[in-house]
């Protein structure tokens, strides 16, 4: 009798959490991804970063204003708009017909995968004579040092980095607080200047394009990045931007 009622206590639970779970499920909205929906569950005082794409981005800033949230920066390539917003308006914002989804502006960080031992660079350079030149190589990253003599040009005049942009500090000089930014532009262009040439690397003739999109401990935000990818895709034709390049990387939670 005892292991029946237990059995039966056992199998009341397992049906109790499985209708919380379908309630749960019920309530989330449609719109917002799987972590802000979360947020709103359980977190319903606080507040979250978000990105708000928009079928009609014309009154965003208002709408964002006038559901409780600051608006940040604009990502012209989505129709979306960067925001602050209070976890418990989410999804009243979210049933603004005007609203397409609602994501977490999630921290994105850089990364440094295996680079292969050859990929067939060098017989390209040195059997077509290809190497990069007169291409633009865009690298997200953490920025670019304001010298280095691996990115010197080919007659040691001057650096082969074309143009900055900073999208976490707003500055206009070239730096690189963090190095990956600077590492991965190396292995893209560097000419081994340092080292005779014996460490060049896959296109030293091209020059790069740095655009600053994590700080100073390597991390950055979803948002950062799609500004600066924004910037690319608007410049691409001024700056020649031919390659993009990102060495870095977030969760997947959606």
């Not at 019920?26 to 802000?36: N, S």
């Not at 989505?78 to 609203?99: F, G, T």
């Not at 931007?241 to 959606?254: C, F, H, K, P, Q």
């Amino acid at each position: 009798a005892q292991l029946l009622k237990l059995g039966q206590n056992t199998a009341s639970a397992a049906a109790a959490k499985q209708a919380a779970h379908e309630a749960r499920k019920a309530r989330r909205h449609a719109k917002l991804d799987q972590l802000l929906n979360d947020a709103v569950e359980n977190q319903a005082n606080g507040q979250s970063a978000v990105i708000i794409e928009f079928h009609d981005d014309r009154d965003a800033l208002t709408l964002v204003k006038a559901n409780g949230g600051k608006a940040g920066r604009r990502l012209g390539i989505l129709k979306a708009r960067v925001a602050k917003m209070p976890n418990r308006q989410l999804k009243a914002l979210a049933n603004d017909s005007r609203v397409k989804s609602i994501h977490l502006d999630r921290p994105t960080k850089s990364l440094a995968g295996r680079t292969a031992v050859t990929i067939g660079a060098r017989a390209v350079q040195e059997l077509m004579g290809y190497d990069g030149a007169g291409i633009g190589v865009g690298v997200i990253d953490s920025g670019i040092t304001a010298w280095h003599d691996d990115l010197t040009a080919a007659n040691g005049q001057g650096q082969r980095v074309a143009h900055f942009a900073d999208f976490v500090n707003g500055y206009t000089q070239p730096y690189d607080d963090f190095g990956h930014g600077t590492h991965v532009a190396g292995i893209v262009a560097g000419n081994g200047r340092d080292m005779n040439g014996a460490r060049t690397a896959v296109a030293p003739g091209a020059h790069i394009i740095a655009l600053k999109a994590l700080d100073g401990e390597g991390h950055g935000t979803i948002s950062m990045i799609i500004a600066a990818l924004d910037y690319a895709v608007a410049n691409k034709d001024a700056l020649n931007i031919r390659v993009l390049n990102l060495s870095l990387g977030a969760t997947v939670t959606e």
